[in-house]
């Protein structure tokens, strides 16, 4: 076990919940009310500051384009890392389309409220928020703009109970709009995005909008995943490209970012998700739950 120095102790000590009611470290910026800022938005702020605080890794999955499988990279993402002992919540921002409660057979839980916190709902030691256990019927269509959506983004990231976690793994709808700014602008200190695309170059040039958007936000790119990259025959196991395959290391290349590696289309990944269980923990035997579980090694190597 590394042993901890006296600087790394006393910044986990300014910046535990405790300690960021009555910060008196200059190097907090909960520690003291910012010139303009009225004392709810100081409060609110000391509030999120001791929230991150306490999350070592944050993640965002990003794609410029819907229909790559940005949900199911997601969710086994986060699955993966739960999988290897870690601590870990996952946040679905997808404010009009949330699918992460119907992937992990969650739909139905209610999110608790107690001591001015909202509890997530619990998935075996892993942490889940999403605006899919607030909806009273899982047709009902969100209709909200920018400020309602950026004003729930926050609460969540804010107000849940998520309490200490190794990581934290946001789902973020397709695009460059109010959803994923609203995160990147809320945790100033993530540690990057994943890029998930498919092969086909329309979804390349896409994501590559994906790319040019966390450049401009200071946002550091972890690497791109290529989804959808063959079929994978469940008789024989015989690998089938169905689309041009290659697009998505082609482009990872051309901008300069990592490259994870290439998903198969499987049809055990669909399966799993409709009946409500993660790939990883259905199938976690599987050549393609073995390629999955390779992405996250750099991931697991944050410091």
């Known amino acids: 076990m590394e042993a901890k120095t006296h600087e790394t102790t006393q910044q986990e000590e300014a910046c535990s919940p405790a300690a960021c009611d009555s910060c008196s470290s200059s190097s907090c910026s909960a520690a003291s009310q910012q010139q303009g800022e009225n004392q709810q938005q100081f409060e609110e702020r000391r509030?999120?500051?001791?929230?991150?605080?306490?999350?070592?890794?944050?993640?965002?999955?990003?794609?410029?384009?819907?229909?790559v499988g940005k949900s199911t990279v997601a969710v086994n993402l986060a699955m993966a890392l739960h999988i290897a002992g870690k601590k870990v919540g996952l946040l679905d921002v997808d404010i009009h389309g949330p699918s992460i409660p119907t992937m992990l057979g969650l739909e139905g839980r209610q999110v608790?409220?107690?001591?001015?916190?909202?509890?997530?709902?619990?998935?075996?030691?892993?942490?889940?928020?999403?605006?899919?256990?607030?909806?009273?019927?899982?047709?009902?269509?969100?209709?909200?703009?920018?400020?309602?959506?950026?004003?729930?983004?926050?609460?969540?990231?804010?107000?849940?109970?998520w309490g200490d976690l190794d990581y934290l793994i946001v789902d973020s709808p397709p695009g460059t709009g109010d959803e994923p700014l609203s995160v990147c602008q809320t945790m100033e200190d993530a540690d990057g995005a994943v890029i998930v695309t498919t092969p086909q170059?329309?979804?390349?040039?896409?994501?590559?909008?994906?790319?040019?958007?966390?450049?401009?936000?200071?946002?550091?790119?972890?690497?791109?995943?290529?989804?959808?990259?063959?079929?994978?025959?469940?008789?024989?196991?015989?690998?089938?490209?169905?689309?041009?395959?290659?697009?998505?290391?082609?482009?990872?290349?051309d901008m300069g970012v990592?490259?994870?590696?290439?998903?198969?289309?499987?049809?055990?990944?669909?399966?799993?998700?409709?009946?409500?269980?993660?790939?990883?923990q259905r199938y976690a035997d599987s050549q393609t739950a073995t390629i999955i579980q390779s992405l996250i090694k750099p991931i697991l190597e944050l410091q």
């Open 258 to 280: 990592p490259f994870l590696g290439s998903v198969p289309i499987d049809p055990q990944i669909s399966e799993a998700g409709d009946s409500g269980v993660a790939f990883l």
């Open 112 to 161: 608790m409220e107690g001591n001015g916190e909202l509890q997530p709902v619990d998935l075996d030691g892993m942490k889940v928020i999403s605006v899919g256990f607030f909806l009273k019927d899982q047709d009902e269509a969100v209709i909200w703009r920018g400020p309602m959506k950026t004003g729930v983004i926050t609460q969540f990231i804010r107000d849940v109970a």
């Open 201 to 253: 170059k329309v979804a390349a040039v896409d994501v590559r909008k994906s790319i040019s958007f966390c450049r401009q936000l200071n946002l550091p790119v972890l690497g791109v995943i290529e989804n959808m990259n063959g079929f994978i025959c469940p008789k024989c196991g015989e690998l089938t490209a169905v689309f041009q395959s290659g697009g998505g290391r082609l482009m990872a290349d």
């Open 47 to 67: 509030r999120l500051t001791s929230r991150l605080c306490r999350i070592k890794h944050k993640i965002i999955v990003l794609s410029g384009k819907g229909g």
